[in-house]
């Protein structure tokens, strides 16, 4: 029987029952939410100048405009995992992009930078709700030997939007900043709508209904410590007291935290997957991978539209080469590692990445533009190696019971590499100069032909350019680790997966 024709609760029994024209219908759906995020990131970045200078705020507002959204959606992801486990993973992805797109909406209209965070807050909570469910909807349509062509082509896209994301930004802010956010309105609207009546439940619920309230709560304080003190400590002093508060903050909850996840009976971390060593070591080298190349586009864009004095479309123009790459090898990768695996492909990706993030400590304000175009490059080649074989293996090991915790704990990692990413950078770069010029730089509004001595700032690029490149050189090591090729469909435990009867 069609598809179609069944009830929205019939399941299939595995991915490869899964009819060929669905799992392209999920794979399309979910990459438009997967687009809309990436488009989004893009095109923020692009408009923070003019955002700063038109809310007249400051650099602890334009930290919480940009690691806002990421910092929610990381602290959730997990608990949306659970809920997608627990409701359905296509009414949560549905219901992710409609609370995108009303945040969304929200933003476009806030008049204060406090009500534009505020708005960024909201969006995370969507954006946790799609970032929890769109990789497991993936997993569970597609049979495990495409599932890393699915994965690729979802990576293809997440690259096609971070190239495209700086120039339509800068399009879009010459228009006024507030379009960046009204452009998700109409396509987050359209998304939610088709996801709402065309995604199918693949996998049954469980039905289960705690949270893990305590587990939360732990892992937002240490985090959100972590990225203050990392961010601020720059600015205000290392030794500040609330900057030592932080990191003390975050070194008493991670344990607390751990320690937590491993007493309650539903953890919001399911620790019982580390001890599938892929999956613990897939998701250590993601968090890496975010450590050391998620702070390159924030910090380019500053040094192009403050330092270089170029207009936000200029900028946009100039920074697609970094996606070029992952837009280019993402889905080659991916079918390379439904045949060879992910180990060799993920490693050989970072070391790429500390290539071309070494390359950009040449950097300087009279560096000729082919000499930064190659070196961006260099990382969108390592990312488009990197991702998809990653995303593959780690979420190709996880039982069709759990993709929702799998695909949650994948996310909370990568974002969470993101905030510190930003954070560091931040930090990183207000230790080397005056704030109040480092600010003229960020918004545009000084450069250098205007008799500031961009040197310090330069030289803070390049630290920060060169710790990354080392995160990623220990992250392919980490990869390394990673042990062979395997998936969930070919462990010998196969008979205690959970069996979804056929429809009738």
């Not at 050989?348 to 009279?366: E, I, N």
Request: with cysteine; glycine share 12%.
């Amino acid at each position: 029987m069609s598809l179609r024709t069944r009830s929205r609760s019939a399941q299939p029994r595995t991915a490869a029952d899964v009819p060929a024209n669905y799992r392209w219908l999920v794979l399309g759906i979910t990459s438009l939410g997967a687009l809309l995020s990436a488009l989004n990131s893009g095109t923020l970045v692009i408009a923070l100048p003019d955002i700063l200078r038109d809310l007249h705020t400051d650099l602890f507002a334009l930290l919480w405009i940009v690691v806002g959204y990421t910092l929610v959606a990381t602290v959730l992801v997990l608990n949306a995992g659970r809920l997608a486990d627990m409701v359905g993973r296509a009414r949560t992805f549905a219901a992710g992009l409609a609370v995108f797109t009303v945040a969304s909406l929200f933003c476009a209209v806030a008049p204060t930078a406090e009500l534009l965070v505020a708005g960024r807050v909201v969006q995370g909570a969507g954006g946790a709700l799609i970032m929890a469910t769109s990789t497991a909807l993936v997993t569970d349509a597609f049979p495990r030997q495409e599932l890393g062509r699915a994965l690729g082509i979802n990576a293809m896209v997440v690259g096609a939007g971070l190239m495209l994301g700086p120039i339509l930004g800068g399009f879009l802010t010459g228009l006024g900043w507030r379009t960046v956010f009204w452009f998700n309105v109409p396509f987050g609207a359209v998304g939610a709508i088709l996801a709402a009546l065309l995604l199918r439940e693949l996998s049954a619920p469980t039905g289960r209904k705690s949270f893990d309230l305590v587990g939360s709560a732990l892992y937002l304080i240490g985090l959100l410590g972590l990225m203050i003190s990392l961010a601020f400590g720059g600015l205000y002093g290392w030794t500040t007291a609330w900057v030592l508060g932080g990191f003390v903050a975050f070194a008493v909850a991670l344990p607390a935290f751990l320690w937590v996840e491993s007493h309650v009976d539903a953890p919001l971390l399911d620790l019982s997957l580390f001890r599938i060593r892929l999956f613990a070591m897939g998701n250590l080298t993601s968090l890496l991978n975010g450590i050391a190349r998620n702070g390159v586009l924030f910090l380019l864009v500053f040094y192009l539209q403050g330092a270089k004095g170029d207009d936000p479309v200029t900028a946009g123009l100039l920074l697609a080469p970094l996606a070029v790459g992952l837009l280019v090898l993402s889905p080659i990768s991916g079918a390379l590692a439904d045949r060879f695996g992910s180990r060799l492909l993920a490693t050989a990706g970072m070391v790429v990445t500390a290539v071309g993030l070494f390359g950009l400590t040449t950097l300087t304000v009279d560096t000729p533009y082919a000499v930064l175009a190659f070196w961006q490059l260099v990382i969108g080649a390592g990312s488009g190696l990197f991702a998809s074989p990653n995303a593959s293996a780690v979420m190709g090991v996880v039982p069709p019971q759990q993709r929702g915790a799998g695909a949650g704990t994948r996310m909370m990692l990568t974002n969470s590499g993101f905030v510190i990413s930003i954070a560091l950078s931040i930090g990183l770069v207000t230790s080397a100069m005056d704030p109040k010029v480092l600010l003229s730089i960020f918004s545009g509004t000084q450069v250098g032909a205007e008799g500031i001595n961009l040197d310090p700032f330069i030289e803070a690029l390049h630290i920060a350019f060169f710790a990354g490149g080392v995160v990623s050189l220990i992250g392919a090591g980490v990869s390394l680790l990673r042990g062979p090729h395997q998936s969930w469909d070919e462990e010998p435990a196969t008979s205690e997966r959970t069996r979804i009867s056929p429809a009738a």
